[in-house]
């Protein structure tokens, strides 16, 4: 399976169904594998399964599964077959729905994929325990590759998880922070989402047994990806719809956090600039009014635009380090369409 081709996209963004198709066996074998109570919460958090365990018309759940496409075409991209990379492609998922179900807990989401969180269903205990259960399980994963490759890979996602960590706690103390630069929140989201894509896109080049090289510039693509998409999903959360996005919009602005569009309009000197950093240091929680108010503000101090223009560059200069990987033709128009469409998503 070295070439991989779908349909024509849908809404701009590729069908990703062939990636459905080399996963989800193998997904779900390692979902299933956890003890009983972390799976039924793992197999809701995914959408195969309603609160009670009741299954679900099949699904993948877990949104569009990027994260295990960029394995799967890496992989394709170095001259591999795509069936090598399976297992950092479920380890890159497991991972991703574990800072999913930790995030909806840190930041009191209550909605997740247009279906309450798994928190605030089975509450806080089990949602975290969950989580390390699928961190473990995307350990396992990627031990039981093929012995020449399997210390690499574990080793890759070891540094990416350290990466996560810190910039998750970057996010966390950001909202207590008096001042934040567009300098800090960068190095932020490359640790938050830039590690894990880079992390995905490695592994494909990794387990294909591509040179350090190629890796490097796959890592690369997928650590600017990530922080082009985190750019992106900024604006979704103060101007996308809840309907389509399938989590709070506004709950950013109404918790005060500093997302790129707030942190760029608070380095403003303008008026509205200066009404934003009023509203951001008043006590108190922000009301409805506040919130409809800050989104005003932000984008009047131009923090929208400052958001937009960084996730091109982002997205451009990720597109560069895949060059640097020497993709097939044909993986790289894929990871191409891929990487636009994560980053120009319709509100």
Known sequence: MSQITDPAPVSGFPRLGWVDDVLLP????????????????????RGWCAADGTPLAARSGGGKTVRPALTLLSAVAVGGDASAAVPGAVAVELVHDFTLLHDDVID?????????????????P??????????????????????????????ELVGALLELVEGQSRDVAFEKAADVSVAQY???????????MGCACALGGVLAGADAERVRGLREFGRGLGVAFQCADDVLGIWGRTARSGKPVGADL?????????????????????????????????????VGLARRLVEEAGGREAAEQEARVQ????????????????????????????????S
């Open 186 to 196: 960068l190095a932020m989201a490359a640790g938050k989402t830039g590690a894990l």
């Open 126 to 155: 089990a949602a975290v325990l969950t989580g390390d259960a699928l961190l473990v399980t995307a350990m396992r994963a990627l031990a039981d590759a093929p012995p020449r490759r399997a210390a690499a890979a574990v080793q």
């Open 26 to 45: 193998a997904l779900r074998k390692a979902v299933e594998s956890l003890p009983a109570a972390e799976s039924l919460v793992a197999r809701y958090h």
């Open 315 to 346: 997205l451009a200069a990720a597109l560069r380090s895949l060059s640097c990987a020497r993709p097939t033709a044909e993986a790289y128009r894929q990871l191409h369409d891929i990487a636009r469409a994560m980053t120009r998503r319709e």
């Open 108 to 124: 009191g989401d209550t909605l997740r994929r247009h279906r309450p969180a798994a928190w605030s269903l089975f509450g806080t």
């Open 254 to 290: 109404a918790a005060r956090k500093k997302s790129l569009p707030v942190v760029a309009a608070l380095a403003g000197t303008g008026p509205p600039s200066e009404r934003l950093r009023d509203l951001y240091r008043s006590p108190g929680p922000l009301t409805e009014h506040d």
